[in-house]
């Protein structure tokens, strides 16, 4: 059956969601990128760490041994036995995962628990607590991110998602080149705290006041998605406000702790030449 197909069917099919994870099922690239992932790797045991509703425990299961579905929401637990009920070779755990002790090692972590540049979700220390549990030859779905930046003029004074809550789109302008300015494989212990210099040539004149963060996630070794409304729509920063010309060097210093949340971000701007 093709792939839009079966994503059709599973819409169509009563799932009991929250109105957060109905808005992240609704999600068709988001959904079927993690389908066509999971259908390449999915065997053996397995955990989907953050299972919501528990979507991609229901994509995984005709491939699984077995499956541990975490989540450590109460409400979205009870809908995810709901959901799951049907499925003898499902245990769904209503507990922190960095709490959990596994009996049994993995053959593949899904951990879904993403959001832009890993701020404020908890994917790093989550997959850093848990990856004793891989097995060595184990996967993780996700396999990586690559996080780019990129110097804007921005209307807003807050921190914000361009894609947001309320379908308001903030307005701003692209000032400079983009630049990756990470690689983050969920294989590796990750180090949440981030300190990083970002440089940018400046392509047009006018004003910087703001940089903007996008994440890529690498589902496998073929499968790149990009930012949706629900996987890690870009995220807009605002810095000290300077003038610039074309061809200036501006360099941003920007720190945050993955899992620390939005609070956890500091900038600091200066023009170089």
């Known amino acids: 059956m093709h792939l839009k197909n079966e994503f059709e069917v599973l819409l169509e099919t009563k799932m009991h969601t929250t109105p957060y994870h109905l808005n992240l099922i ?9 389908q066509e992932a999971i259908k390449e790797k999915a065997k053996g045991i397995i955990y989907d760490i953050g299972a919501g509703c528990g979507i991609l425990s229901i994509l995984a299961a005709p491939y699984a041994d077995f499956i541990y579905a975490v989540e450590i929401d109460h409400t979205a637990s009870k809908h995810a036995k709901s959901n799951l009920e049907s499925f003898d070779n499902v245990l769904v755990i209503n507990k922190d995962a960095k709490e959990v002790i596994f009996p049994q090692k993995a053959d593949l972590i899904i951990c879904e628990m993403l959001d832009t ?21 184990g996967e993780i779905i996700p396999q990586k991110i690559l996080n780019g930046a990129e110097a804007i003029d921005m209307e807003r004074e807050n921190i914000c998602y361009e894609d947001n809550e309320a379908n308001e ?7 400079s080149n ?13 180090k949440e705290d981030v300190e990083t210099d970002l440089e940018f040539k400046i392509s047009k004149k006018g004003s910087v006041s703001g940089i903007k963060i996008t994440t890529f996630t690498l589902l496998n070794d073929h499968l790149i998605c990009g930012p949706t409304p629900m996987l890690n729509p870009p995220l807009l920063i605002p810095t000290e406000k300077i ?5 200036d060097i501006i360099k941003v210093k920007l720190n945050y702790k993955m899992g620390g949340g939005l609070d956890s971000i500091k900038t600091r701007i200066e023009k170089v030449s």
């Open 26 to 34: 609704s999600d068709k690239e988001r959904v079927l990128a993690f």
């Open 117 to 137: 540049a890993l701020i404020d979700e908890e994917q790093a220390p989550v997959l850093n607590s848990i990856l004793k549990y891989l097995k060595k030859d």
């Open 178 to 190: 983009f630049k990756i300015y990470s690689e983050i494989d969920f294989k590796k212990e990750i």
């Open 169 to 175: 789109n903030p307005n701003y302008d692209v000032m």
């Open 243 to 247: 003038k610039v010309d074309i061809g």
